[in-house]
């Protein structure tokens, strides 16, 4: 399985980015394809998930500005943000999970539930 992120880079506040995650190589029935985000000296933390109902969920603190979504023609998972804020620095990570469980339990659940991992791209927010 391969994860490629790629669409980081830097924006003023408020300003809007789209990261995208090509992925290859995964036979799954049921998944979970996720976002998420690693700032300095912090925990990585989850972003976003969408699970194979494409069903979706949200951390608190990105819900109304981010919306995640996936092109199944494509193999491609896309993070639009927008409103972005200076907390939302951090190295941002694709990830899948091969686990059958919804978006929120995936949001909500441990990071050993993703078996796989993007290399990361980063997003960088000035004030």
């Known amino acids: 399985v391969q994860l490629v992120e790629s669409g980081g880079g830097s924006v003023q506040a408020g300003g809007s980015l789209r990261l995208s995650c090509a992925a290859s190589?995964?036979?799954?029935?049921?998944?979970?394809m996720a976002w998420f985000r690693q700032a300095p000296g912090k925990e990585r933390e989850g972003v976003a998930t969408?699970?194979?109902?494409?069903?979706?969920a949200y951390a608190d603190s990105v819900k109304g500005r981010f919306t995640i979504s996936q092109d199944n023609a494509k193999n491609t998972l896309y993070l639009q943000m927008n409103t972005l804020k200076p907390e939302d620095t951090a190295m941002y990570y694709c990830?899948?999970?091969?686990?059958?469980?919804?978006?929120?339990?995936?949001?909500?659940?441990?990071?050993?539930?993703?078996?796989?991992w993007g290399q990361g791209t980063q997003v960088t927010v000035s004030s």
């Open positions: 969408i699970d194979s109902d494409s069903s979706t």
């Open positions: 190589g995964y036979r799954f029935s049921r998944y979970s």
């Open positions: 990830a899948i999970s091969p686990v059958d469980m919804t978006a929120l339990e995936a949001l909500r659940g441990t990071l050993s539930n993703f078996s796989y």
